[in-house]
């Protein structure tokens, strides 16, 4: 909390990062039984603090890798929510053109780089977005966000040595939410320590309460600090949960509902804003002003996707063949990209 109190407005900004997170990905839920949104839809709700907390601690320069559950990452890296709901509906003017939907949200100007569906596969990912910077005399770090589940994946040792290897500036950030899908940690995995995991590979490790906004940013400071001088990777642990199934075709039959009202205890949401009141940085017209003006966004964002257009019929086939004329004149290079 010593952050928050010396500059008021660091636990504001963080507190209204994971309300826009929330209230998005509410309404995402709405929307999805709605049948407005279709395909697979992985929710974030619970895990806010993660991502705002060490999106905080990023510069505009560096990469960010996510999962599936991107939705707030994409938001708090800047894509607008607008762009963000348009692709869950499937629209031209979401950040992939519809083409991507909810697991694949990219946006190359703001280096997020996806989005990826496969478990465990943003982390050779990263290690290669890290290694170019290198190459190219880039000063920027790649942040990888990656789940639980992915610790038991090849990609997972594979990337951890050739980071520590050859000297790449990754942030590795495990959200340890204790489930991959629906088995628990302990079921699968026989080491369920994961920074020893990581630390086998001769890597800086440290853990935060990953439900806690304020200890997930003064722990992803430290951590990216540490990336820039050394130009080395570290390992971020944030132990966290979701609330939520782990998607909206999961019947959640795996967790007991006790344990889940247990976690709603720990509320990242509530509990910083509880931090915030009792040191006098935050008043009731203060935390509703956030809300509303998370909940208009949300609102604006909704109309733009739905007044949005599809993708013309005589385009679908554009980035995916080789457009026949091509084939035919001996053009490898014509891929039809716009």
Same mark, same amino acid.
């Given at each position: 909390?010593?952050?928050?109190?010396?500059?008021? %407005?660091v636990?504001? =900004?963080?507190? @209204?990062?994971m309300l826009r997170?929330?209230?998005m990905?509410?309404?995402?839920?709405?929307?999805? +039984?709605?049948?407005?949104?279709r +395909?697979?839809l992985?929710?974030?709700?619970?895990e806010?603090?993660?991502a705002?907390?060490?999106?905080?601690?990023?510069?505009?320069?560096d %990469?960010?890798?996510?999962?599936y559950?991107?939705?707030g990452?994409?938001? #708090?890296?800047?894509?607008p929510?607008?762009?963000?709901?348009?692709?869950?509906?499937g629209?031209?003017?979401?950040?992939?053109?519809?083409?991507?939907?909810?697991m694949?949200?990219f946006?190359?100007?703001r280096?997020f780089?996806?989005?990826?569906? *496969?478990v465990?596969s943003?982390?050779p990912l990263a290690?290669?977005?890290?290694l170019?910077d290198?190459?190219?005399?880039?000063? +920027? *770090?790649?942040a990888?966000?990656?789940g639980?589940?992915a610790?038991?994946?090849? /990609?997972?040792?594979e990337?951890l040595?050739l980071?520590? #290897?050859?000297?790449?500036?990754?942030l590795?950030?495990?959200e340890n %939410?204790?489930y991959?899908?629906?088995?628990?940690?302990?079921?699968a995995?026989s080491q369920?320590? #994961?920074?020893?995991?990581?630390?086998?590979?001769?890597?800086? $490790?440290?853990?935060?309460?990953?439900m806690?906004?304020l200890?997930?940013?003064?722990?992803?400071?430290?951590?990216?600090?540490?990336?820039?001088?050394?130009?080395?990777?570290?390992?971020l642990?944030? =132990? $966290?949960?979701?609330?939520? @199934?782990?998607s909206?075709?999961?019947?959640?039959?795996?967790r007991d509902?006790?344990?889940?009202e247990?976690?709603? #205890?720990?509320?990242?949401i509530p509990?910083l804003?509880a931090?915030?009141?009792?040191? +006098?940085?935050l008043?009731?017209?203060?935390?509703a002003a956030?809300?509303? /003006?998370?909940?208009?966004?949300v609102?604006?964002?909704?109309?733009?996707?739905?007044?949005?257009?599809?993708?013309?019929?005589a385009t679908?086939l554009?980035n995916? $063949?080789?457009p026949?004329a @091509?084939?035919?004149?001996g053009d490898?290079?014509a891929?039809g990209?716009?």
């Amino acid at each position: 909390m010593v952050d928050a109190m010396q500059d008021p %407005n660091v636990g504001v =900004r963080l507190l @209204a990062d994971m309300l826009r997170v929330r209230l998005m990905e509410e309404k995402c839920a709405e929307l999805y +039984g709605a049948t407005k949104i279709r +395909g697979f839809l992985h929710l974030y709700i619970g895990e806010e603090a993660c991502a705002s907390g060490v999106l905080a601690a990023l510069g505009p320069q560096d %990469n960010v890798v996510a999962t599936y559950r991107e939705h707030g990452h994409a938001l #708090l890296r800047g894509i607008p929510m607008s762009a963000i709901m348009a692709e869950m509906f499937g629209k031209e003017s979401g950040c992939a053109h519809g083409r991507g939907g909810s697991m694949h949200l990219f946006d190359a100007s703001r280096r997020f780089y996806g989005g990826t569906a *496969i478990v465990g596969s943003g982390l050779p990912l990263a290690v290669g977005l890290a290694l170019a910077d290198v190459m190219q005399g880039r000063d +920027g *770090i790649t942040a990888c966000f990656f789940g639980d589940g992915a610790s038991a994946e090849g /990609a997972f040792h594979e990337s951890l040595n050739l980071a520590a #290897l050859w000297r790449l500036p990754v942030l590795f950030v495990c959200e340890n %939410n204790l489930y991959a899908m629906g088995t628990a940690l302990h079921r699968a995995q026989s080491q369920t320590d #994961l920074c020893a995991k990581a630390a086998a590979y001769e890597l800086p $490790t440290s853990s935060a309460d990953g439900m806690d906004a304020l200890a997930v940013r003064a722990a992803a400071v430290e951590a990216v600090e540490g990336v820039r001088a050394d130009r080395g990777p570290r390992f971020l642990e944030l =132990r $966290t949960y979701r609330f939520r @199934a782990h998607s909206m075709f999961d019947p959640d039959l795996y967790r007991d509902k006790s344990e889940i009202e247990a976690w709603k #205890l720990r509320d990242p949401i509530p509990a910083l804003a509880a931090q915030l009141r009792e040191h +006098g940085l935050l008043d009731e017209a203060g935390y509703a002003a956030l809300e509303a /003006a998370a909940a208009a966004e949300v609102a604006d964002a909704v109309a733009f996707a739905e007044g949005a257009s599809l993708e013309p019929v005589a385009t679908l086939l554009d980035n995916v $063949t080789t457009p026949v004329a @091509a084939v035919a004149a001996g053009d490898g290079d014509a891929g039809g990209a716009r």
